[in-house]
């Protein structure tokens, strides 16, 4: 005759069923923030601090390249349609100190100032006008599409980074769970719930933390392409102006 096992009785699962109920509520924020270790707490303050500072230049950056984009035709178009080169400069001078297409055309026209006034000393016969603005243009250029980077090595940083930084956080997760278990000799859910947690929220804190940094690196990288494309064809326009007095069309 054989023994058969008594069915556990509707009590028995229950209280199995509140132990688990009560082990999942451990998988909260407020519980992995008391569980973390020194360890933790460098990881999840990382995280923290590389979501503010990609937040704060995605803001910064789609206010700033938004404001560009706006005043580009104005300003572009406010120069060609004046019909005197001075009243044009000076329409320029008063455009805002962030706005890159004005200070192109500023720098172009102070090149040609500063050429006029070193010919009449004999000082600049080694360098004719044409080069002397290509270079200043260049120059002008260059130096307005690296403040339109500002914060792109920080977001390709941070979306190339952050998951990685969450990983950390979820191996020494897990770690601590495998700690308690062989701790305690308790393989229950109450026993490994909170590690578990912090493992996962960790995690999901590092995804969060690198999509919107990710996005907004290739958003920029285009939107800063096309305008860098319109501050090549400004400073052409400028180029042939002013070596030569006329817009060639």
Same mark, same amino acid.
């Given at each position: /005759?054989?023994? =058969?096992?008594?069915? &556990?009785?509707?009590?028995?699962?229950? *209280?199995?069923?509140?132990?688990?109920?009560?082990?999942?509520?451990? /998988?909260?924020?407020?519980?992995?923030?008391?569980?973390?270790?020194?360890?933790?707490?460098?990881?999840?303050?990382?995280?923290?601090?590389?979501?503010?500072?990609?937040?704060?230049?995605?803001?910064?950056?789609?206010?700033?390249?938004?404001?560009?984009?706006?005043?580009?035709?104005?300003?572009?178009?406010?120069?060609?349609?004046? &019909?005197?080169? =001075?009243?044009?400069?000076?329409?320029?001078?008063?455009? &805002?100190?962030?706005?890159?297409?004005?200070?192109?055309?500023?720098?172009?026209?102070?090149?040609?100032?500063?050429?006029?006034?070193?010919?009449?000393?004999?000082?600049?016969?080694?360098?004719?006008?044409?080069?002397? *603005?290509?270079?200043?243009?260049? =120059?002008? *250029?260059?130096?307005?599409?690296?403040?339109?980077?500002?914060?792109?090595?920080?977001?390709?940083?941070?979306?190339?980074?952050? &998951?990685? !930084?969450?990983?950390?956080?979820?191996?020494?997760?897990?770690?601590?769970?495998?700690?308690?278990?062989?701790?305690?000799?308790?393989?229950? /859910?109450?026993?490994?719930?909170?590690? !578990?947690?912090?493992?996962?929220? /960790?995690?999901?804190?590092?995804?969060?933390?690198?999509?919107?940094?990710?996005?907004?690196?290739?958003?920029?990288?285009?939107?800063?392409?096309?305008?860098?494309?319109?501050?090549?064809?400004?400073?052409?326009?400028?180029?042939?102006?002013?070596?030569?007095?006329?817009?060639?069309?």
């Amino acid at each position: /005759m054989f023994l =058969q096992t008594p069915a &556990p009785t509707d009590a028995a699962a229950q *209280v199995a069923g509140n132990s688990n109920a009560e082990a999942m509520k451990q /998988m909260g924020f407020a519980n992995l923030a008391q569980g973390f270790d020194w360890l933790g707490w460098v990881v999840f303050i990382t995280l923290v601090v590389m979501s503010f500072l990609s937040w704060y230049f995605i803001i910064a950056n789609t206010i700033r390249n938004g404001l560009v984009k706006s005043r580009a035709d104005g300003v572009i178009n406010g120069f060609w349609n004046n &019909p005197s080169t =001075q009243d044009a400069i000076r329409e320029l001078e008063g455009q &805002p100190k962030g706005e890159p297409f004005s200070k192109i055309a500023l720098e172009a026209a102070s090149a040609v100032a500063h050429h006029q006034q070193a010919n009449k000393g004999g000082l600049a016969e080694s360098l004719s006008r044409s080069e002397f *603005v290509d270079r200043a243009l260049r =120059q002008a *250029v260059a130096r307005e599409s690296l403040r339109l980077e500002g914060g792109q090595t920080l977001l390709a940083t941070v979306g190339s980074s952050a &998951p990685f !930084v969450g990983l950390l956080g979820t191996v020494w997760g897990i770690y601590h769970a495998l700690i308690g278990i062989a701790a305690s000799g308790n393989a229950s /859910m109450t026993a490994v719930a909170g590690p !578990v947690g912090e493992a996962l929220i /960790m995690t999901a804190i590092g995804l969060f933390t690198a999509i919107p940094a990710l996005l907004a690196f290739n958003f920029f990288n285009r939107s800063n392409r096309v305008i860098f494309a319109r501050f090549d064809e400004f400073a052409h326009d400028l180029h042939d102006f002013f070596a030569t007095g006329s817009r060639v069309e």
